[in-house]
Structure formats: C-alpha cells, structure tokens
C-alpha cells in the first residue's frame, strides 16, 4: 500500500442500509476510488445522528437486516483489503434495524446488582451473535459515561448510572461478552460526557472539572477498560477548558486530551475512534474540505467516523502527517482487522438471528432490575380494593389492551381505563368515571426515553395525574426511564411506586407476575432524586 491508500483506511464514512441506488453507487466508488478503512451503518438518512432540525420522517422497512446483509456483501466485493464493518447497537441491532432482537438499555442493566453483573456479560455476547449474524465485526458500544447530571439531554438512559465502579464493571462486562464471540468493542465518549447539559450533535458540551476531578471520577471507566486492553476508545465532542489552557476546544482536535491525557498520561495504545464528525459541535468549525478531518487525525484519532469530505482529508493528513504517525495509526488499525479474522481468506461462520434466546435473556434481566420505589404492602392494598370491587386499572400512553393488564387478568379483574397520546379530551370523563374507586393501580408508558418536553408525557396527563395521587391510594408501575420519576408531579403522594424500566413483553409480564405473587423487587435505582 502507498502512503496515501494507507490514509484512507483511517475513513469511515456513514452509510445508510435504507438508500437510494444512487448513494449506495458513491459508496462504492468511495471504496474503490479512496481505499476506505470501513463503514458505519445507520437506518436512514432520516434517522441519522444530526435530524433533530429537520425532523424528517422515518420511513420503516421490515426488510432492513436483509438489506444490512445484502449490502455489506455487496461492498466487501469491492474492496481490496477487507471493510471493518461498524454499527452503533448499544441495546443490539434494533437501535438501527427493524425486526431484530432488542435487549435492555443501559440505565435498565444497571438497575441489576453487581451480583448479577453476568448478564451484562449475556447481553454483549448475545449483541455480538447478532451483529455476527449481519456481517458487522466492531459495535461503537458501550457508554462508559458516569450519568451524574440527571438533566444531561443525550446520555441518560444510554448509561449505566451514576456510580463509577459499577459503570466500570457493567461496561466491561458487556466488552467481555462481545469479546467471546470475536466482536470489537468501543468505550465512548472520552473524557466523559455524563455531566453535561448540552447535546453534542447540536452543541458544544462543556466539562468544567480539572484533571483531579476527572481522574476521580469520570475516567474511572476508561481507566479500567485500558488496564482490560478495551479495543478501542471514542473521543467524545465536547470541551474540557482545565486541560486546553482555559479555551473551549473539542476534545475530538485536542492533542493535550488525545495525545497528552490518553495515550501518554494513562497509556493507551489501542484505537482511538472519532464521533461522528457531521455532529454540529465540530462539523461547522472548519470552512475548508478536509480541515476537520486534518486536525482530528492530527489530534491523535486514528479513525475518522462519519467523515464527509474524504478525498479532501486523505490529501490534507498526506500533506502534513509524519510516515511515523501514518504507520502508528495504520498498524493500530489492522490489529483490531486481524483480530476479527477478516484479513484471513476463511469464509465467515454462518449464524442466524435467535429471538428465543433474546426473550429469555430479556425475562431473566426483568426478573432481575424491578425496583421497589415505595409502598410496603402494593399487592395486598389493590387485593383488598379488588374484594371490596373499590380497585381501578388506569393505563396511560397505552390502551387497556396492553401486555401487563392481560397478565393480571383474571386474577385481578376490575374496571379498566386509558389515556392515549392526544386523548386529553377524555380526562374529564376519566375523573368522573373514577370517582368512585378507591384505589387506582395506574400503568405509566413513558412515551420516549429522552428528557425532551418532559419525555412526551403531557401537561393535561401530568395535571390529572397530580390530582388523581393526592385524592386516591394510587399504585404506580412505570415502564419508561426512571428520569421520568422526577417528571411525576407529587408522587411522594403515591401509596407504591415500582420502577419497570423497559415496555418489553417480558418486563410487562414480569411486573404483573411481581404484583399478583407479592414477589421481592431485587433491582436497585441507578440514578438518585430529593426523596419521593
């Protein structure tokens, strides 16, 4: 190889597994024309990292995985040394893929003990077996941010909490799971993106802790992953002026966070992967192709993700890197190609998506993670109601014909109401209609999983809410990011609250088999509030 077909091996552009012939032909002449390192795949143009201004729609296809096999096949044909094929699937395929297994997010996995820290262990592996099964060989995944901002717009549920030790061992478990079955790893976002309050695809995140602070606690987990020899390390964009002299530099072209902090200070030689360079902390710093790529790499990433100008920043890195340095990030790179054997001639073990497993996986984590928020005897007091038929169902943001109220029944059969998405108009029927009841076991499907507008639950829904728990002996089970605790207005008036975490059927079933069995919640909160 030249020095400059060894550069664009450094290039990872997006692609997307739902595009138009079109695009997928500038792939490939991209692979032929640049000799590229590997692909990033996402869903859609409309689904990628930056859509939060266009708001476009997202177009589902239930052919996606086939399509994701089809076109890597595709691409790997074309290529003169073999493609390192990456996705982002922090909770398995389906974070970007329909119809494939979905396990549990983060902020769900560290609801488990540390006892239970093997199923992290499960779910990496079982991640990994699906990515195998697509073709894909390196998951930008796990999160190694401490979530200790509970207002943080972009992290939150993606991490395994608030406490460093755990989110060390949770993230190295889930490292060691994908290991087992020859899938790369990746520990994002360097230095630490859990305290902040800026989403980095819009904006520039800013941490305001000096290097003490940061090796107390935000680096913890890297730090840990470097002494396991993690695979890999994404430089997250956000700023850290206490190691750039004062100045709000992006840590993705900061030489003091990458070369100085990173490699020499703790040590690490493994590879060092950019985020996504079209995200608008960094992608509208440099006016001129190829700058952005330029200082990233000369930074000390080795890997430019989502790089959008290649031909310009194949020819700046030429121009200005060192052959030293080219080689350095170059042999990085084709270690972790050999380690997934796809340097080597064999043709790849055929291995088949299993549901069955994901399920069972699934169910075990539920059984696991229900977490007891408050209220000593939940099951007794909605049997009591029941007898004396004072008991009410209240399902919101799904109808009566969700999983957890079937489960109950007939147990626990009683009158059962809903509010759906833009039903506010029923709420007055609804307070009427539950006047006489005294006791309301209420179903809270949080509608999104990020914190934006109070995580979709609506003022009208929140108001009768408030009212409905200072005027009833409400029993709440809430499916949703237990965040969304916080958004529950007077829930230190609730009789019993239980934190679900995830809307799976598993879990559903899960909580309902808790409920009728009066079974013990061995879960504990990851995340802490002002008492409830």
């Not at 790499?297 to 989502?306: E, M, P, Q, S």
Request: hydrophobic share 40%; with cysteine; charged share 25%.
């Amino acid at each position: 190889m030249t020095l400059e077909q060894k550069i664009g091996q450094f290039f990872f552009p997006a692609v997307f597994i739902n595009d138009t012939e079109e695009n997928i032909q500038a792939t490939e002449r991209l692979i032929k024309e640049q000799n590229i390192g590997g692909l990033t795949f996402f869903h859609s143009r409309a689904s990628a990292a930056t859509n939060y201004e266009t708001l476009k729609k997202i177009v589902l296809n239930d052919d996606s995985y086939q399509r994701l096999k089809d076109l890597i096949v595709r691409y790997q044909k074309l290529a003169t040394t073999p493609l390192l094929m990456s996705i982002d699937a922090e909770w398995g395929l389906a974070m970007r893929v329909e119809k494939t297994p979905q396990y549990p997010y983060a902020i769900t996995l560290a609801a488990l003990e540390e006892k239970d820290s093997h199923l992290v262990f499960e779910v990496g592996k079982q991640i990994g077996l699906d990515l195998k099964s697509a073709g894909i060989h390196y998951n930008l995944a796990p999160l190694a941010d401490i979530n200790n901002n509970p207002n943080n717009p972009v992290i939150g549920y993606r991490s395994f909490g608030e406490n460093k030790e755990k989110v060390a061992l949770f993230a190295l478990e889930y490292l060691r799971g994908m290991k087992e079955v020859g899938i790369l790893g990746c520990l994002k976002h360097f230095p630490g993106h859990g305290n902040t309050n800026v989403d980095s695809h819009l904006g520039l995140p800013v941490l305001k802790e000096n290097l003490e602070q940061l090796l107390e606690n935000e680096l913890v987990p890297f730090i840990k992953g470097i002494e396991n020899e993690v695979d890999s390390i994404m430089i997250g964009h956000l700023s850290v002026p206490a190691l750039n002299k004062g100045k709000n530099i992006s840590a993705t072209v900061s030489k003091s966070i990458i070369e100085t902090l990173l490699r020499k200070q703790l040590g690490y030689d493994g590879l060092i992967i950019s985020d996504a360079l079209n995200m608008h902390s960094v992608s509208k710093l440099y006016s001129k192709k190829g700058q952005l790529e330029w200082e990233a790499f000369n930074a000390g990433n080795d890997v430019l993700c989502f790089a959008e100008n290649i031909p310009e920043g194949i020819q700046e890195i030429l121009e200005k890197a060192s052959p030293e340095r080219i080689e350095a990030s170059y042999n990085r790179l084709m270690k972790c190609k050999q380690k997934v054997g796809i340097l080597d001639s064999k043709n790849p073990v055929s291995i088949s998506l299993d549901f069955e497993k994901a399920s069972l996986l699934n169910r075990k984590i539920a059984e696991n993670c229900l977490t007891k928020i408050k209220g000593r005897n939940n099951t007794e007091a909605i049997f009591e109601a029941k007898n004396k038929q004072k008991l009410a169902k209240l399902s919101l943001y799904k109808n009566t014909e969700n999983t957890f109220f079937r489960a109950l029944n007939p147990s626990l059969t009683s009158p059962e109401f809903s509010i759906e998405m833009g039903d506010k108009n029923t709420i007055k029927a609804l307070e009427k209609n539950l006047a006489d009841y005294e006791t309301i076991l209420i179903s809270v499907f949080v509608p999104k999983a990020k914190p934006m507008n109070n995580f979709e639950m609506e003022e009208s829904v929140l108001a009768f809410l408030k009212n409905l728990l200072s005027t009833k002996k409400c029993i709440l089970y809430v499916f949703g990011n237990p965040y969304a605790l916080q958004v529950i207005p007077n829930l230190e008036s609730a009789f019993g609250v239980v934190q679900v975490y995830q809307d799976f059927t598993e879990f559903q079933e899960s909580a309902a088999t808790q409920l009728l069995n009066n079974l013990t919640c061995k879960g504990t909160l990851p995340v802490h509030f002002s008492e409830i």
